[in-house]
């Protein structure tokens, strides 16, 4: 979208030890040069190595962000960890309502959105993600689906700079398979003009990055469709060298 800065988002998901902290530092490194002050990048590592993986982004473009939060700001919930937690390692950014959360711990939209918020009161970037099934998507459902998701995830002070929309179709994570540029430019369509009729100007500047199964060699053509403003990376974000190479397809 003109005007929007396209953000490049790798989600490491439970995957990274301390040993993959050099494939963060050769991103770091990656992401120094010109095409930093046009793209935005970020990778979520594990919560693990959210903060030393900040501690060696000090000099570099590059963000780190988390995976989830909880919505409450700390209690007693083991094992989860709060948003101001995220912000207190340096993090920037939190991935709220992924499929594979909304599947393994039966997160539903209300939740999404009660996550969101917590993001937002402790200064993180929500990245709300969103998309339909294979069974949604073969009876027609798509855009109902959208609809309703972005509807219900996304609370009404979101705007473009405390939230990033990302979709993905679910049937497209982690299996090789994209939909058509035409399909995603109809799905990223109908979820701009769903974005600006809810939040008006905001709506418009939101980004809307497209995920699932974004790889080097399809990363330009899928980059280039109308109201895509960027990319989440699950797979391809491990190697520092498929990140930047998608990174480079700006
Ligand atoms: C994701 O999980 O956010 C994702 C898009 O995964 P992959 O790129 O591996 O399909």
């Not at 993959?20 to 002050?37: N, R, T, W, Y």
């Not at 959360?101 to 918020?117: C, F, G, I, M, P």
């Not at 179709?169 to 990223?188: F, K, N, R, S, Y």
Request: glycine share 8%; aromatic share 4%; net charge negative.
């Amino acid at each position: 979208t003109p005007d929007i800065r396209p953000l490049v988002a790798g989600n490491w998901k439970m995957n990274g030890t301390r040993a993959s902290l050099d494939q963060i530092k050769a991103i770091a490194e990656g992401v120094k040069g010109e095409l930093a002050a046009k793209v935005e990048t970020l990778i979520c590592p594990p919560a693990t190595l959210l903060y030393v993986a900040t501690a060696l982004c000090d000099d570099s473009p590059l963000q780190i962000g988390a995976q989830d939060c909880h919505p409450k700001q700390s209690g007693a919930h083991t094992g989860d960890i709060s948003a101001e937690m995220i912000a207190d390692c340096f993090g920037t950014h939190v991935i709220v309502g992924h499929s594979e959360r909304r599947t393994d711990h039966a997160e539903n939209d209300a939740l999404v959105r009660a996550k969101t918020e917590a993001a937002h009161a402790a200064d993180l970037v929500a990245i709300v993600c969103i998309g339909e099934t294979e069974e949604e998507r073969k009876s027609g459902k798509t855009l109902d689906v959208l609809k309703r998701q972005l509807a219900e995830s996304l609370p009404d002070a979101a705007g473009a700079a405390n939230t990033v929309i990302a979709y993905e179709p679910v049937w497209a994570i982690g299996t090789g398979l994209t939909p058509t540029a035409a399909d995603v430019e109809d799905a990223h369509a109908f979820m701009r003009r769903e974005l600006a009729a809810r939040f008006g100007s905001e709506g418009d500047k939101m980004r809307i990055l497209y995920g699932g199964s974004v790889k080097p060699s399809n990363a330009k053509e899928l980059m280039a469709v109308a109201n895509v403003d960027g990319a989440l990376i699950g797979g391809a974000s491990l190697k520092a060298e498929d990140f930047l190479a998608i990174y480079r397809a700006y």
